[in-house]
């Protein structure tokens, strides 16, 4: 059974950081694109970061040079550092592992990420 585990969650101050965990279990994790997502309230899920397989990232434009995904292979652990946080970061922040072959799809409880002072 897969299971993708949130943390990292949190109230932060504009211009603050944080970083997201998901840990991963009941999966080859190496063979999965690891994908962080955000849904804000009233709006539909949208793409954070991805961390293929084969080692590329990529990142939607507004989250560009703030923020950076990771994963340890070792721990099946996938990371998201989020710097210079602002107020339209706030979002639940879903965990997504995808089998680069068979195509299924893995998501995370979600956690809660909220920019505020």
């Known amino acids: 059974q897969v299971q993708l585990v949130e943390s990292g969650g949190g109230l932060v101050q504009p211009g603050g950081s944080l970083r997201l965990s998901c840990a991963a279990s009941g999966m080859i994790f190496s063979l999965h694109t690891m994908g962080w997502y955000r849904q804000a309230l009233g709006k539909e899920r949208e793409l954070v970061a991805t961390?293929?397989?084969?080692?590329?990232?990529n990142y939607r434009d507004s989250v560009k040079g703030r923020f950076t995904i990771s994963r340890d292979n070792a721990k099946n652990t996938v990371y998201l550092q989020m710097n210079s946080l602002k107020s339209e970061d706030t979002a639940v922040y879903y965990c997504?592992?995808?089998?680069?072959?068979?195509?299924?799809?893995?998501w995370g409880q979600g956690t809660q990420v909220t920019v505020s002072s």
């Open positions: 997504n592992a995808h089998h680069d072959v068979l195509r299924h799809d893995y």
């Open positions: 961390f293929s397989s084969g080692g590329s990232t």
